[in-house]
DNA sequence: ATTCTAATTTGTAATGATTACAGATTACTA
DNA sequence: TAGTAATCTGTAATCATTACAAATTAGAAT
């Protein structure tokens, strides 16, 4: 989804577009590293020097009630921000903390399996998986 | 893994044996509910009144290196300890909260598909399924 | 185009789970 | 039984996130 559609589903919802609004959507939509609100404050501070940490805040809250992101929490109590929200597979080191997605139609089936035999519907789901990673390992 | 054999592991790992940590341990490991550290601090307290929280995160944290419990992180930055080690589901309510855990010889090899396909080992993992339980439902 | 109003933005202050710290206590060793 | 390093405890610090209120602004109505 890019950010024409994001403009659009926002309109349809009945929320205003804002300049805040579209760098925030642009920012996280097209990170595919899991980014923290800090990290996309920090992108956006320099195109939006006035931007405030509350507004950030405020439209990761907006996108994840649009389901256009997911949040991941951690053990640091930082949260991350997936704009990945199909059914995928979060390999992440235990030692960097780096996060590289896997998605493909087999984990899709395999998860599906899953659930249909724990006879539940879920309205979302998170998988991870702990390595230790080839730069860690060394 | 009862009590008993809790103590006998610290003592191999070259960890003393107090009473706290041995209260500590009993709520946690006995405790199926996903518990949050001032929970198991709220239960003990009874039996040890000058037990501290610091004494409790330090003790859960021990438990967590030891691999006998997970942490389990949520978007109220609140931490949850789950004794359940194994590869498992938690199904867990959007509204209430509530988390079930579901295991089962299908989920592992289901779940064993997937890392293989990922061509990765995990040290661990984490399979969470959002859901409305029943009672929230209505 | 101008006005109006509720939504949004912003800066600051509050929150609260967790961690750091240092002194008192205690499990275990010899 | 004494010695010592680990553990426990209470208090203070941390810091990501949220609450709040005043200023600004997008979009609707005129």
Redesign the pocket.
Known sequence: MNTEQVITML?KN????????IAICEAVLSNKEHP???IIFKKISKQ?P??????V???L?LLKKLELVHEI?F?N???RYDSNVSVHVNVICQKCGKISDYESEAIQSQWNRIVSAIKIKPVGQRLDAYVICEDCKG
Not at 14 to 21: D, S
Request: zero cysteines; hydrophobic letters at 20%; charged letters at 25%.
């Open positions: 309109r009945g929320h205003k577009v804002t300049p805040q609004r923290t609100a800090e939006h006035t931007i405030s940490m509350t507004t805040y405020h439209t809250d929490n053990d109590r930082v949260t």
